[in-house]
């Protein structure tokens, strides 16, 4: 019955978008919906992955796809204390003052690249939908991209230069042979392209617009994650227009889902889902997305060592907090020059999904409880390290299984799905489970997801008491996060 229902609300998504014109006005463009699957995949992967995979090089706490930016600028921001000066003493002495950022394209040879074992590991990682770097903010293409040429005045993509392939397409075909949508992340604005630094508003109309139609038609993404928004107003990159010519004209305008990332101003207001970066999360009223990596740089960066990278509990510490506030988790990796991923990165890939196969039905299609957990009674909520800029993945381990002084901790996440309520532990209970607040019907029942085990429960006035059984680490269903199921 529910398939059924999905279904039918499929449809009328479906023929409600496509008889709609949309203005290119905000107020318009906020009132096409949001798909239901969107709000149901829960976990996506990011891909950064272009010229500054070559160097692959940043100090740890910084994004090492900024290579270019901090290189040409002599300036660097992050978690730490820095000189600004790093990038470009490390590229004077490893490859010579006179050594182009732009000789990198020619470097991502891709030797080692194999869209369809991509695919396949987002598919074992659970993940729903993924989204590569079609192009970041050094404007260099994985596509052949004639306005990438023509602009900078040289070859700047990956089918002219360095791996000689259409990396784009490879990696659209694998994935859409899978059940995992196929996302591209695009730039509005290129670092140093010099149309853009002479005019902006000339460069969005004359390059940005027309190359974004060119992937769009070529490559039919079925989402669009738009970033570099925080310099120019989207009247000036005319974002309303394009996103218009999207929703009405082009070859997606049935299906795309889009971020918000559109001009200076937009983001949290306007386009689709919200996207958060490195924070905590939003509180679920509007569809959102946290994306982070698991190590901290979004590109690889041959800095970062075992300890910089989120563990496997880590990572499904930050899923339930990202679900259980109503939003998906985008986890990036970041391949090598010749398209390889790192193996610590498939590592806690397929770790979450091997969790997800146990405890997934309380993640996929589900949506926000009336509240997102149970803090322990004494202490702050929130836990926050000081003095950082970009917020580390152990926050959520401060506030689940390691307490910090004066603070509470999370002791239950929730997710619900249609009746039935799914209660989410982070760590294996002592004989009981106490959940405050929550009445639940005389005839429920609750049990164990990845077991057959019926737990007992009784109802002490306002809480909700579970008789937890006492299980070795070889009868747990899972490694660490344990789901009991509520149905009612």
Known sequence: MRVLLILMAVCVWLSCSAQKKYEPTWESIDSRPIPEWFQDAKLGIFIHWGPYSVPAWSPKGTYSEWYQYWLQNRTLFGNGNFSGKEVYDHHSKTYGDHYSYYNFGKELTARDFNADEWAKLFEDAG????????????????????????????????????????????????????????????????????????????????????????????????LIWSDGDWDVEPEKWHSQELLAWLFNESSIKDNVVINDRWGKGCRFNHGGYYSTEYQSGLDGTHPWEECRGIGFSFGYNVNEDVQDYASRRTLVYLLLNVVSNGGNLLLDIGPDKYGNIPPIMQDRLLSLGNWLKVNGEAIYSSRKWDRACQWSKDGKKDWKPEGTHYLPADFIIKQTIEQQPGYAVREVFFTKKDKDIFAIVPKWPKEKLVIRDMKIKSNSTITLLGTDINIEWEQKGRNLILKVPALTPDELPCEFAYTFKIKQ
């Open 127 to 222: 993940a729903k939908y993924m989204m590569i770097t079609s192009k970041h903010h050094d404007g260099f293409c994985l596509w052949p991209s004639e306005t990438a040429n023509k602009t900078w005045g040289f070859p700047w993509n990956a089918k002219d230069v360095g791996a000689h392939r259409d990396l784009l397409k490879e990696l659209e075909l694998a994935v859409k042979k899978t059940d995992v949508k196929f996302g591209t992340y695009y730039s509005l604005y290129e670092w140093f392209n010099p149309l853009y630094q002479k005019d902006p508003e000339k460069f969005a109309l004359e390059h940005m617009h027309p190359q974004f139609k060119d992937l769009v038609e070529n490559y039919k993404p079925e």
